[in-house]
Each structure stands twice: as structure tokens, then as C-alpha cells.
């Protein structure tokens, strides 16, 4: 079926990869349905489209991309709700802040999409585990990290005109 | 809002599926336990904010022009591997 969105136009969406959010995103609690938009298999930056407000996607990211070691600990009511029966139909996201003005990338590690890739269900889970933030930046303030990021900043260009 | 006195050790219930027993008190904290079904979300109230404010500024990704996102991803990337390959 195609689906119109605020982005990227109208895009072919494979009913069969539905995403149910049981409880949607926190905030947006009314989106029930996504879909995972990876424009570019190369890119580690995902989509995470709502097919119920064509404006809503979220930059969504593997966690184990940012952080390695990453072990959240998922409890036994969320496991029941996802009708997890194996950890290996299990897949994360986490989801990308991009701020301007200031320009600073953060990943939210505490409250992670935990989705059951057999059964295509969801839920935005927040961790107990503390030691996750709910902001790990990508960038690091002030570091001119965020020329380079920005893309569009050339050599010997302003690059802090440059940045968001 | 509706204010209730009870002992420890006693609950309240919600509706027909929630209850909420009051466990034990030290100094100004109070420890309770809450029964509810896997839909119903319980969280405290302070991450559950810090965590909707977080959702809210992520979706207003949507205000960054379409020309320089893929821009900011691609140089994102770079800089993801980059890490990698230090660690």
C-alpha cells in the first residue's frame, strides 16, 4: 500500500511490516501505527514513520551502534505485552534528538522502542536501570564536532556559521 | 482530587484491575506497590516527563529542512565510525 508522508512523499509500505504500538510514544500516545523507512541500508540512521500522521517520523537508531555494551533489562509485564517467547525476534531503536541552535545530537537510552520483530508489536519501554540516559549525546558541546557534522561546512569556510 | 488516609499495609483499588498497597515509610519516603495490567503504564512522574519533552523535541526533526537532513545523517555517520574505529 503507499502512504503519503510529510517527508519523503508517498513510499510503498509492505502491509505485513506494520508496526502496532501498543502504547505508542510516549507523548504521542495516539499513533498507533509505524513503520521502520530505511532510505539508505548504508546509513545507520533509520525512520521511524507513523502512518497515522503523515508529519511524525522519528530518526531512529540500533542502539548497539552507539553503545556497544548496551544490556537493558526488559521487565516481565512489557514482555508479556509484546508476546516475547524469544529474545532473538527482539530488535531496538532508540530515538535520535536533533537540536539546532544550539546543534547537539542526543540518543535516548533509557526509554528505548523495544519491538517484536515476528509478531511486528512495540512499546517505548522505560528502563529502571538509570545508568541510561535519557540524553547520551552524539556530539560533544562546543567541540567543533559539529562542522563536520553539519555537512555542509567546506574547508576553509565559517563552520560555525555553518552549524544548525 | 480525591484524599484517602490509610494504614501500611493497606491498598486502594482502581477501577476494577488496579490496586495500590502502601508498603512501608522511611523518613519522607513511602513505599508502594502497584498492581496493574501490562497495558496500563506506571511510571514515575518525573522520567515519564523528562522522557515525553524528549519524544517532542525528537519529532520536531520535522522543522529541519528536508535538503539538510540527509546531510547531518551522512556526517553523523562519519562520525559513529569514526568512533568505532577508535574504541
Same mark, same amino acid.
Given at each position: 500500500?503507499? &502512504? &503519503?508522508?510529510?517527508?519523503?512523499?508517498?513510499?510503498?509500505? /509492505?502491509?505485513?511490516?506494520? &508496526?502496532?504500538?501498543?502504547?505508542?510514544?510516549?507523548?504521542?500516545?495516539?499513533?498507533?501505527?509505524?513503520?521502520?523507512?530505511?532510505?539508505?541500508? !548504508?546509513?545507520?540512521?533509520?525512520?521511524? !514513520?507513523?502512518?497515522?500522521?503523515?508529519?511524525?517520523?522519528?530518526?531512529?537508531?540500533?542502539?548497539? +551502534?552507539?553503545? =556497544? /555494551?548496551? =544490556?537493558?533489562? &526488559?521487565? $516481565?509485564?512489557?514482555?508479556?505485552?509484546?508476546?516475547?517467547?524469544?529474545? $532473538?525476534?527482539?530488535?531496538?531503536?532508540?530515538?535520535?534528538?536533533?537540536? !539546532?541552535?544550539?546543534?547537539?545530537?542526543?540518543?535516548?537510552?533509557?526509554?528505548?522502542? +523495544? +519491538?517484536?520483530?515476528?509478531?511486528?508489536?512495540?512499546? !517505548?519501554?522505560?528502563?529502571?536501570?538509570?545508568?541510561?540516559?535519557?540524553?547520551?549525546?552524539?556530539? +560533544?558541546?562546543?567541540?567543533?564536532?559539529?562542522?563536520?557534522?553539519?555537512? /555542509?561546512?567546506?574547508?576553509? /569556510?565559517?563552520?560555525?556559521?555553518?552549524?544548525? | 482530587?480525591?484524599?484517602?488516609?490509610?494504614?501500611?499495609? *493497606?491498598?486502594?483499588?482502581?477501577?476494577?484491575?488496579?490496586?495500590?498497597?502502601?508498603?512501608?515509610?522511611?523518613?519522607?519516603?513511602?513505599?508502594?506497590?502497584? *498492581? %496493574?495490567?501490562?497495558?496500563? %503504564?506506571?511510571?514515575?512522574?518525573?522520567?515519564?516527563?523528562?522522557?515525553? *519533552?524528549?519524544?517532542?523535541? #525528537? #519529532?520536531?526533526?520535522?522543522?529541519?529542512?528536508?535538503?539538510?537532513?540527509?546531510?547531518?545523517?551522512?556526517?553523523?555517520?562519519?562520525?559513529?565510525?569514526?568512533?568505532?574505529?577508535?574504541?
Amino acid at each position: 500500500m503507499n &502512504i &503519503i508522508t510529510t517527508r519523503f512523499g508517498e513510499i510503498d509500505v /509492505d502491509e505485513s511490516k506494520i &508496526i502496532d504500538m501498543r502504547a505508542g510514544i510516549i507523548g504521542f500516545e495516539h499513533l498507533k501505527k509505524f513503520v521502520l523507512h530505511i532510505r539508505d541500508e !548504508q546509513n545507520p540512521f533509520w525512520w521511524f !514513520q507513523s502512518l497515522d500522521e503523515a508529519v511524525i517520523a522519528f530518526v531512529v537508531i540500533n542502539p548497539f +551502534v552507539v553503545k =556497544a /555494551d548496551y =544490556a537493558p533489562v &526488559i521487565d $516481565d509485564n512489557d514482555t508479556k505485552l509484546l508476546e516475547i517467547e524469544n529474545t $532473538d525476534d527482539v530488535v531496538l531503536l532508540t530515538i535520535v534528538t536533533i537540536r !539546532q541552535n544550539p546543534f547537539s545530537v542526543s540518543v535516548n537510552l533509557r526509554a528505548p522502542i +523495544v +519491538v517484536n520483530a515476528k509478531k511486528k508489536i512495540a512499546k !517505548q519501554v522505560i528502563l529502571e536501570n538509570t545508568a541510561y540516559p535519557v540524553r547520551y549525546n552524539l556530539t +560533544v558541546p562546543g567541540s567543533g564536532e559539529k562542522a563536520s557534522i553539519a555537512g /555542509d561546512c567546506k574547508k576553509g /569556510d565559517d563552520c560555525e556559521a555553518a552549524s544548525l | 482530587m480525591l484524599i484517602l488516609t490509610r494504614k501500611l499495609g *493497606e491498598s486502594i483499588t482502581i477501577g476494577d484491575d488496579i490496586k495500590i498497597t502502601f508498603l512501608e515509610t522511611k523518613g519522607k519516603q513511602v513505599r508502594i506497590g502497584i *498492581e %496493574a495490567p501490562p497495558h496500563i %503504564a506506571v511510571h514515575r512522574e518525573e522520567i515519564y516527563q523528562l522522557i515525553r *519533552e524528549q519524544n517532542i523535541q #525528537a #519529532a520536531n526533526v520535522e522543522s529541519i529542512e528536508k535538503e539538510t537532513l540527509p546531510n547531518i545523517l551522512d556526517g553523523l555517520k562519519h562520525l559513529l565510525l569514526r568512533d568505532q574505529q577508535k574504541r
